[in-house]
């Protein structure tokens, strides 16, 4: 025995190289460790140390349920306790209680067991409160392996932490047969190539953890019509044909290191002569084909003996000895292991087996124990466990393939991605059985998106007439891979009829199979593959659509009208993506808890009732959320689509951009005097000040008047008859508030006292509203259109900004808006669904200074637009050179901070922004809680909006406790990268 034991150490000594970590496994010698020497005296020692039915026990892998109660894991325990088995392969249940049994269960083995799942795209195959990563199908569809590797990284991770050393994946098969029951999803594709290289770098990420690989379904399972768990599936191909295709990835993988190999039951006749005669138990598949012909020195495991491709074949006990005399090392999940044991026992007595045979495989198997290392065996550690196994980083790797894989298959006219938003009357089309909601939400993030719901054809089309675009989502249920992925039939004719008459883009969340039920894409504008119907899958998709990012993917599979290898580059339009972690954007987690605790200090503070909050970085929206209620009653609470009156911020997101457009027209020039501006000025005390003085607050004007004090009785403090009116009449159209109207008379003299009014001695840096109520004059008179009409027609509508504008009411349902103040001085209700600023409601709501309604989504999108330089969506609104010109301090030299409508950094100590931003950056601020800033520097957006004011105007907990700027200083702070 001394002998064998040397000859043995000679053979790993001599194909044993230099590594740097034990993780690391050589090539062809995947089960040598780094420190080789010190593992085959451990693996010598142990061995020496079993009985023969001990060492006969290690061949055996049983399957445990973590959720099937005490007689099963009773059952379990005593197969580790008097039989000695050498490994566990854990099915359903949770992680929890399968770390407890993995503990207890291996405390109570004599030789620490070696612990397999079957993890294809993660724990979640199998375990509850686990990860689900997407499916090597969604993989296949992405250019390029580094998907594969992280996911495959991460998966290993995961294995790592819960205890478990071998996950059986990844599947190479290579699935040519669209039909096939149990493979599809689980495969990369039809592509051998593409096959291999996924699979090969899910492998390498995999086992860059201790995770230890298996490739599957040897010699190849992807094309059978037949389920090898339910009956024994031929493959009629020729042995040349076997050995060009499904042989092809291991061959390759086998080079770069593959740990283990798992043996498919498939009656193959080219390959094995006898009649029906299972792969999995064949010397010439196992033995001759594997480990001569391929040199596989890894461990091989059988497939589960227990399912009737095997099972049907032999009687309990005899197919595991067929199996192991066969050249399988681990038998998995045999159906009588006692009886197994004493077959073996039995063919060693008798010569049929021999001693070297047995030393063999298990010497391989403690091997793989001291590579995991089961050499210095730790317990799991319980604590945090399920959160260890769902991180921010998971959902960072899965975005970033799901991004890569989703398939443009069609883009007629180039209609994708959807631009000219202010053209498209967009509804959505649900088909499937499951839910397509987060995609619809989704979908609304960018544009007004109606959801169109018919229990008929006809009715549906008469409801869709008013659309010019429909996007149709086919929505299956995600929970594993062979769920059903088909159109029904009425669905297709659906499908049909809608294209017929529409322009439509259709979205399949399921598997790339679906394709060839559909015979003509003649009427479809888009097609768009996106594999999986995921949160993700859905979120990513829909920005897709709307070119927040590239278009990548490649269909995996050929089917229908579509091959392998087809898809359609399509490049984003710089519009905003959603849905991204801190950490994908160079941002430290931990700011989304800091922002969350400051909400609630917020709150709690009564600085304001409810808020919204955004953060961009590189584009991408890594923060979105709501906090709070509408109002102290806690009736409604905060959704991201409610409105609230952002004030003041309304002079960059309304005034400014129109006269941003006439300067870049060359029909305003920021030199230009007040008198050019052609709205009665010329001979006042204002003629000579220039639209850049004004619009930098640098005009000695004052800084407000409170105009609305002039239209109240001096004594009661009540509104004037000759200025208002309880409802609309004659002279008197003009909506301030809830059943009060003004006259175009306050117009005049609204404009008259600004005239009038005296300038401030000095020349220097004074806020005012004053300049925006002459630039709004002007602009209205220029089109001779209000500002309302002016911004939805030329900004929000194109940049998709549906959830802003001025008089709210007429746009939204009134418990979609947030109220501010109750307002005992003027208006003397709750002001609600109305401009907060007395001046714009005295203007009818429409305010060059205030008066516009925005979500923090909206508000991003203008501030975004602006950072990249003017553009947004595809279109060009402002060139770089006109952003730059009212991006600049021009007055700095005199204690001016501000740019030419844009509010910049403090030149000193105290000011707008945390102190922490780049000159470069730009935002304003809001009376009501309303904030804005970007950063070009950094690629940050910043939106904070809230109702301060509510319900009274001097509560100033927030400008006190610096709370928006606080929060920014926590994004800057939060900067890693």
């Not at 501000?898 to 945390?914: A, I, M, N, W, Y």
Request: charged share 20%; proline share 4%; net charge neutral.
């Amino acid at each position: 025995m001394k002998f064998k034991n040397a000859s043995l150490l000679l053979v790993v000594l001599a194909f044993a190289k230099a590594y740097t970590s034990q993780a690391q496994l050589t090539n062809n010698k995947p089960l040598i460790a780094a420190d080789s020497i010190a593992q085959m005296h451990w693996v010598d020692s142990v061995y020496n140390s079993l009985s023969q039915k001990e060492r006969i026990g290690q061949l055996f892998m049983v399957d445990m349920f973590s959720n099937k109660g005490k007689a099963h894991e009773d059952h379990v325990r005593n197969l580790v306790e008097k039989h000695k088995i050498g490994g566990v392969i854990f099915s359903k249940g949770g992680p929890v209680e399968q770390a407890y049994l993995t503990n207890e269960l291996q405390a109570k083995s004599k030789t620490k067991m070696l612990i397999a799942m079957d993890a294809e795209w993660g724990l979640s195959m199998r375990l509850e409160d686990t990860y689900a990563f997407p499916w090597n199908m969604t993989l296949g569809a992405t250019p390029g392996n580094t998907s594969s590797y992280e996911v495959g990284q991460r998966i290993g991770e995961h294995c790592k932490r819960l205890g478990v050393h071998i996950n059986f994946a990844p599947d190479v098969d290579i699935n040519t047969n669209p039909k096939n029951p149990i493979i599809g999803n689980r495969s990369f594709g039809e592509d051998m190539y593409n096959v291999t290289d996924k699979a090969g770098a899910f492998m390498k990420g995999m086992q860059s953890t201790g995770t230890l690989a298996c490739a599957k379904h040897f010699p190849g399972h992807g094309d059978t019509d037949q389920d090898s768990h339910k009956t024994l599936p031929t493959v009629d191909f020729s042995a040349e044909r076997i050995d060009s295709v499904e042989l092809y990835p291991y061959r390759k993988l086998i080079k770069e290191g593959m740990a283990s190999v798992m043996i498919a039951h498939l009656n193959i006749p080219s390959l094995e002569p006898r009649a029906g005669y299972p792969t999995s138990i064949s010397h010439k598949v196992v033995t001759d084909i594997l480990k001569t012909k391929l040199g596989f020195n890894g461990l091989i495991f059988t497939d589960a003996l227990n399912m009737k491709g095997a099972s049907n074949f032999s009687a309990p006990g005899e197919i595991d000895l067929a199996a192991f005399k066969a050249g399988n090392d681990v038998l998995l999940i045999s159906e009588n292991i006692p009886k197994s044991i004493a077959k073996i026992t039995e063919a060693i007595a008798s010569g049929d087996v021999t001693e070297e045979r047995l030393a063999y495989s298990v010497k391989k198997i403690l091997m793989s124990k001291y590579v995991v290392g089961l050499h210095e065996y730790k317990p799991i550690v319980i604590s945090n466990l399920v959160k260890d196994l769902n991180t921010e980083q998971d959902d960072v790797v899965y975005e970033n393939a799901i991004s890569k894989a989703i398939t443009v298959l069609k883009n007629k006219n180039n209609i994708l991605p959807l631009q000219n938003l202010e053209t498209k009357k967009i509804a959505y089309v649900e088909l499937g059985d499951d839910s397509g909601d987060v995609f619809f939400k989704e979908l609304n993030r960018y544009t007004n998106v109606d959801k169109v719901v018919a229990d008929k054809l006809n009715v549906l089309l008469t409801m869709l007439e008013k659309y010019n675009t429909v996007i149709i989502g086919l929505h299956r249920s995600n929970a594993n891979p062979w769920k059903s992925y088909r159109l029904k039939q009425h669905e297709l004719t659906w499908l049909y009829e809608i294209a017929r008459k529409h322009d439509v883009v259709f979205d399949g969340f399921v598997r790339p199979y679906m394709l060839d039920q559909i015979k003509t894409t003649e009427n479809f504008e888009g097609i768009v593959m996106s594999y999986q119907n995921s949160k993700m899958s859905q979120e990513v998709s829909a920005q897709i659509i709307f070119g927040a990012r590239d278009a990548v993917g490649t269909l995996p599979v050929s089917s229908g009208l579509f091959n392998v290898n087809d898809g359609i580059k399509v490049k984003n339009v710089k519009r905003l993506s959603y849905g991204h972690n801190p950490s994908s954007v160079g941002l430290d987690s931990r700011m989304v808890a800091k922002i969350d605790s400051i909400a609630k200090y917020t709150i709690d503070g009564k600085g304001a009732p409810g808020m919204q909050i955004l953060v961009a970085r590189h584009g991408k929206v890594i923060l979105d959320k709501t906090y709070g209620y509408h109002t102290y009653n806690k009736k409604s609470k905060v959704n991201e689509s409610d409105v609230y009156d952002i004030a003041s911020v309304t002079k960059i997101l309304g005034t400014l951009p129109l006269v941003m457009e006439l300067e870049e027209s060359h029909v305003v020039s920021l030199d230009d005097s007040i008198s050019k501006l052609d709205i009665d000025l010329t001979s006042s005390n204002k003629e000579q000040i220039t639209v850049k003085q004004m619009l930098s607050h640098y005009g000695r004007f004052k800084p407000w008047i409170p105009f609305y004090i002039y239209t109240l009785d001096s004594l009661t403090k009540l509104p004037l008859s000759k200025y208002y009116s309880n409802g609309p009449q004659q002279g008197f159209d003009i909506q301030v508030a809830n059943g009060m109207y003004t006259n175009i008379q306050v117009q005049d003299t609204i404009f008259n006292r600004i005239k009038t009014s005296d300038l401030r001695k000095k020349l220097e840096y004074k806020y005012s509203d004053l300049p925006y109520y002459l630039m709004k004059k002007y602009i209205e008179k220029h089109y001779n259109k209000n500002l309302d009409e002016l911004t939805q027609n030329h900004f929000y509508e194109s940049l998709g900004m549906n959830r802003t504008g001025y008089l709210p009411r007429d746009k939204f349902p009134l418990n979609q808006i947030v109220p501010t103040e109750n307002d005992t001085l003027f208006r003397r209700q709750l002001v609600h669904g109305y401009v907060h600023d007395q001046g714009a409601a005295m203007q009818g709501g429409i305010g060059g200074h205030a008066g516009l309604f925005s979500t923090a989504n909206d508000v991003a999108k203008m501030m975004q637009m602006y950072m990249q330089g003017g553009t947004y969506g595809g279109r060009q609104y402002f060139t770089p050179e006109t952003i730059d010109k009212f991006n600049t301090c021009y007055y700095c030299e005199n204690d001016v901070r501000r740019g030419v409508g844009f509010d910049k950094p403090q030149l000193k100590v105290s000011g707008p922004t945390c102190g922490c931003v780049g000159k470069s950056s730009f935002g304003h601020s809001g009376f009501t809680g309303a904030y804005t800033w970007a950063d070009p520097e950094e690629e940050i957006v910043y939106v904070f909006l809230s109702n301060r004011v509510h319900p009274d105007a001097g509560n100033r907990f927030i400008i006190k406790e610096n709370i928006r700027t606080n929060i920014q200083q926590i994004i800057y702070d939060s900067i890693i990268d």
